[in-house]
């Protein structure tokens, strides 16, 4: 069976110029990052997803972050692998918030990834969030919180997306 080709616009599907872009490093990455495109498309909101590595295309890099904003992008969710990873290197090109979602790793379970993007020097800030899964889906999440300051639309949503997390939550019987 052959892998899903990542790099691919949402934003196809309505007709708009994406928002949010979901990138990573490379191709494997994307077990874990679909989880936040999943999330993005719940919500309607117009995103890509790309394959763009900091270490392996570094010019691909640099013009995706110098250009994100001019091309209407407002918010970055980088998958971060590794003690190097391309949501540093996406913050250091553009002044969008850029989200780092660590990737679980071999040889050390994603802490090394954590802790790299958690410790970005002062002046070039990474929203960190969790390790894996729960780091895609919550990036999206932040995401969409983000656009939803200025789309009140978009804040309705987020608010009947907690309001039925909790239902779901008070419905629950032991």
């Given at each position: 069976?052959?892998?899903?080709?990542?790099?691919?616009?949402?934003?196809?599907?309505?007709?708009?110029?994406?928002?949010?872009?979901?990138?990573?490093?490379?191709?494997?990455?994307?077990?874990?990052?679909?989880?936040?495109?999943?999330?993005?498309?719940k919500f309607g909101v117009a995103h890509e997803c790309r394959v763009i590595?900091?270490?392996?295309?570094?010019?691909?890099?640099s013009e995706f972050g110098s250009t994100a904003e001019s091309r209407g992008?407002?918010?970055?969710?980088?998958?971060?692998?590794?003690?190097?990873?391309?949501?540093?290197?996406?913050?250091?090109?553009?002044?969008?918030?850029?989200?780092?979602?660590?990737?679980?790793?071999?040889?050390?379970?994603?802490?090394?990834?954590?802790?790299?993007?958690?410790?970005?020097?002062?002046?070039?800030?990474?929203?960190?969030?969790?390790?894996?899964?729960?780091?895609?889906?919550?990036?999206?999440?932040?995401?969409?919180?983000?656009?939803?300051?200025?789309?009140?639309?978009?804040?309705?949503?987020?608010?009947?997306?907690?309001?039925?997390?909790?239902?779901?939550?008070?419905?629950?019987?032991?």
């Amino acid at each position: 069976m052959a892998k899903k080709q990542v790099d691919k616009n949402k934003s196809q599907d309505n007709a708009e110029s994406p928002l949010v872009a979901v990138i990573m490093g490379s191709q494997s990455d994307w077990d874990t990052m679909k989880h936040a495109e999943e999330t993005l498309a719940k919500f309607g909101v117009a995103h890509e997803c790309r394959v763009i590595s900091a270490h392996r295309s570094p010019g691909l890099a640099s013009e995706f972050g110098s250009t994100a904003e001019s091309r209407g992008l407002e918010v970055i969710i980088a998958a971060a692998g590794g003690a190097a990873h391309l949501a540093g290197v996406m913050a250091a090109h553009t002044t969008l918030p850029v989200l780092g979602v660590p990737m679980r790793s071999e040889a050390l379970n994603g802490l090394d990834s954590l802790l790299a993007t958690v410790q970005m020097p002062g002046g070039i800030p990474v929203g960190t969030l969790a390790i894996g899964k729960p780091g895609a889906v919550n990036a999206a999440l932040f995401a969409v919180a983000i656009l939803a300051n200025s789309r009140p639309e978009l804040r309705k949503k987020l608010h009947e997306f907690r309001e039925a997390q909790e239902a779901k939550i008070r419905a629950t019987k032991l």
